[in-house]
């Protein structure tokens, strides 16, 4: 008989938003914990810190046989999969449903109305629901796709995704204290790629330094492949890849976040600069965008691709008064404690119970 839960972790690149959950879940809970992870993006080398209780398995080390062979020997009682796209994977997760444990697929695919999606909604009762008991969604905009692939609602949870809400929260404490504010530095922290909207946001920019002729500032934080055409302009500032702890400095230095992507199923780093604080300006194709952004309350949505439109929503950023600043700030970090790594973990448990 065990005494504590045995959870394994079926998951593709960590990320420190994803670990801060794994912790808060062992703090809360003390299951034994198996993580099976894909290997690192190159150009993202982060630096993880993992609880020494945690085990971490290298899925490249390990062929379908010794796969197998590993979980059996875990023998968990709950299954969390990262979705279905890794074909061992699911392999996994048909033979241990079959078995009748729990197994949970995080997802966070927008039902679109495609054709793609329509062939997954008639497979589905020979597919999904063969491989899973439960879908974990990011939001609301996840939600309809799992109901449209025949999941009942006892089987929907949401909130897959958390940021580390109490180590940001603390940044915007300090960030408080800084008596050196300008409230004039916009960031965008992400990969350099064209499907995060970078191109339009760099000449929103240009724009908009052109029409005022004040401070304002554009920090950018990541690497890609757009790295090597990146935007020159005085008052743009690119700082490439930085690690998760040391955004420290950059927020305590910046003051409204922009996530200008094309395409974003959900974006946690919307999560993440919320519980720092900060007013958000999204495109309207972010995922996260509905859970902590009330356009014109919190922050300012935008048509996705419309240059014009986002350097409308800076203007109206800039011209806010500090009181109608803070109002916002305020607003946002409400919206930012809807989802923790503690609800993360209690809805995790749930399905145990």
């Known amino acids: 008989m065990k005494n504590h839960p045995t959870v394994l972790f079926l998951y593709s690149e960590l990320a420190e938003y994803f670990l801060a959950c794994v912790t808060k879940l062992q703090d809360l809970y003390n299951p034994d914990i198996h993580i099976v992870r894909w ?62 444990t729990p197994v949970i697929a995080g997802m966070d695919n927008h039902w679109k109305g495609t054709l793609k999606q329509y062939i997954a909604q008639l497979i589905s009762p020979f597919t999904f629901q063969k491989y899973f008991s439960h879908f974990w969604v990011a939001g609301k905009p996840q939600k309809k796709y799992a109901e449209k692939l025949g999941f009942k609602d006892q089987n929907i949870i949401e909130g ?63 690497t890609g492949p757009l790295e090597v055409n990146k935007a020159s302009h005085p008052n743009i500032r690119h700082f490439g890849f930085v690690q998760p702890k040391e955004l420290a400095y950059y927020i305590k230095k910046t003051d409204v976040f922009i996530l200008p992507s094309h ?42 691709g419309n240059q014009d439109d986002l350097e409308n929503k800076m203007h109206q950023m800039a011209d806010l008064t500090r009181e109608q600043f803070y109002e916002m700030v305020e607003i946002r970090l409400e919206k930012s404690k809807k989802i923790t790594p503690e609800t993360w973990s209690h809805t995790l448990m749930s399905v145990l119970n």
């Open 263 to 304: 395409h974003e199923p959900w974006g946690v780093v919307v999560h993440e600069f919320a519980a720092a604080g900060f007013p958000l300006i999204c495109s309207d194709n972010v995922g996260a965008a509905t859970a902590f952004l009330e356009d014109k309350k919190n922050g300012f949505l935008f048509e996705s």
């Open 39 to 100: 290997e690192l993006n190159k150009q993202a080398p982060f630096n993880f810190k993992i609880p020494e209780e945690v085990n971490i398995y290298s899925k490249d080390d390990l062929d379908l046989d010794q796969l197998y062979t590993l979980v059996e020997d875990i023998d968990p009682d709950l299954i969390f999969c990262c979705g279905w796209m890794d074909k061992d994977y699911i392999e996994i997760c048909k033979h241990f449903r079959k078995k009748g």
């Open 160 to 222: 897959c995704y958390s940021a580390d809400v109490d180590f940001f929260s603390s940044l915007y404490k300090q960030k408080q204290k800084n008596s050196e504010r300008t409230y004039s530095r916009f960031i965008y922290v992400g990969r350099y790629l064209q499907r995060k909207g970078l191109n339009e946001l760099w000449n929103a920019f240009r724009e908009f330094k052109n029409k005022r002729k004040t401070d304002w500032e554009l920090w950018c934080l990541g």
